[in-house]
């Protein structure tokens, strides 16, 4: 049977404040009854979770985004890559190796896809790469990304203009950094690879040393003690054509991701397209004009699921200033990830936000 979980209203911002100061003592409150307002979207807790049990530190250098190890020297500057999402631009390629993949809506109903690059340089394709608009630069940016898109809406190019972006645009600064394939046809044919990208952003002046935030992670071995089963979960945006969906996997202990009920693949490997982490949030969204650009409100936070080891939490996302979207658990600490790739889906709060989310304990058969 299909559950829908309703997430607790956001309370006001002074209330939201004051009782996460008080709950930065952390408290253990599961989540597995009726969520209460007891967690705040903004500001994020000062002090971080207290830890859970993890094994033996690794001298091996570990990635800030997946908490896996990388090779040894210092990680380039994360990408993010704007991916196509219309039907005619799947399978993508490269999305399987980003570290952070957000999925959030566009006009006329259509996802877009931002990939984080940051972990795997050697990536050979991405894309199609496609347009910007602010939210999106907003949503990359929040890792300290190069932006790296085909064009914009003009709201998008005025803030590249004024504030002097890090970005590199096919159509404008960056267009010897990317090819089109002949197999597809245009607009969905515009792709790019790791090695170019950060060629391109050294010699843009972009690949200087910057702060990248880093999520906290537990052990992968840790078992969660926390929330409900949730072994199959589904995703509706908008369009009732294209519904998302994510199935847990226990041996390789993350979540398959499909697309209308086939399994969503990686053009590049055919590997599967799979995250550890799964958080899907809950953003106002407004109809800007007769084209159907959208604003979406990625900054104030809001009602949140987060889905790892086939279990999910109930709580809140919340973003402090230049940093990216985080998950607060109802005790009003930030939540641990599991090593591995994060996925974040942004749906529209309107009806309701539980109205885009369902989950079912246990996966339906194959």
Same mark, same amino acid.
């Given at each position: ?7 607790? +209203? ?37 002090? /971080? ?15 800030? /985004?997946?908490?896996? @190890?990388? $090779? ?5 500057? @994360?990408?993010?890559?704007?991916? !196509? ?42 894309? @199609? ?11 990359? $940016? ?24 890090? &970005? ?6 960056? #267009?010897?950094? =990317?090819?089109? &394939? %002949? $197999?597809? %046809? ?16 050294? %010699? ?6 910057? #702060?990248?935030?880093?999520?906290? =992670?537990? &052990?992968?071995? *840790? ?13 509706? =945006? ?8 994510? %199935?847990? &996997?226990?041996?390789? +202990?993350? *979540? ?20 550890? !982490? ?23 936070? #809001? $009602? ?35 090593? #591995? ?11 309701? =936000? ?13």
């Amino acid at each position: 049977m299909m559950i829908n979980r309703n997430a607790s +209203r956001l309370l006001t911002g002074l209330m939201l404040a004051s009782m996460l100061l008080s709950a930065c003592g952390g408290g253990n409150t599961a989540p597995e009854a009726a969520p209460t307002p007891a967690a705040s979207a903004s500001p994020l807790p000062s002090a /971080l979770p207290e830890a859970s049990p993890t094994k033996a530190p690794s001298a091996r250098q570990v990635s800030g /985004l997946t908490g896996l @190890p990388v $090779e040894e020297g210092s990680l380039p500057r @994360p990408l993010a890559v704007m991916i !196509n999402n219309a039907p005619a631009a799947r399978p993508q390629s490269g999305i399987s190796e980003a570290d952070v993949l957000y999925e959030v809506l566009a006009e006329g109903g259509i996802t877009r896809l931002i990939g984080i690059f940051q972990s795997h340089t050697g990536v050979v394709k991405i894309g @199609p790469i496609r347009s910007i608009r602010p939210y999106l630069l907003d949503l990359g $940016e929040s890792f300290g990304g190069v932006t790296v898109h085909a064009g914009g809406s003009p709201a998008a190019y005025a803030i590249l203009q004024r504030q002097k972006k890090a &970005d590199m645009d096919e159509i404008g600064n960056a #267009g010897a950094y =990317f090819w089109r &394939d %002949k $197999e597809r %046809k245009a607009p969905h044919n515009l792709y790019s690879n790791a090695a170019k990208l950060l060629e391109g952003a050294d %010699k843009l002046g972009y690949s200087a040393s910057i #702060g990248v935030p880093s999520y906290v =992670f537990t &052990d992968p071995d *840790y078992l969660p003690t926390e929330g409900a089963p949730a072994a199959e979960l589904s995703i509706h =945006f908008l369009l009732q054509s294209y519904t998302v969906g994510y %199935k847990y &996997d226990t041996e390789r +202990r993350s *979540y398959a991701r499909s697309v209308n009920g086939k399994a969503h693949l990686d053009l590049n490997n055919n590997n599967p397209v799979e995250a550890a !982490n799964i958080l899907v949030i809950g953003a106002d969204h407004k109809v800007l004009d007769d084209v159907g650009r959208l604003q979406i409100d990625v900054e104030l936070g #809001g $009602e949140a699921m987060l889905f790892q080891r086939g279990t999910v939490l109930t709580g809140k996302w919340a973003r402090k200033p230049d940093d990216m979207i985080r998950f607060v658990k109802t005790d009003g600490t930030e939540a641990l990830m599991y090593p #591995g790739i994060t996925h974040v889906l942004i749906v529209p709060n309107s009806p309701s =936000f539980s109205s885009h989310v369902e989950y079912t304990a246990a996966p339906s058969p194959n």
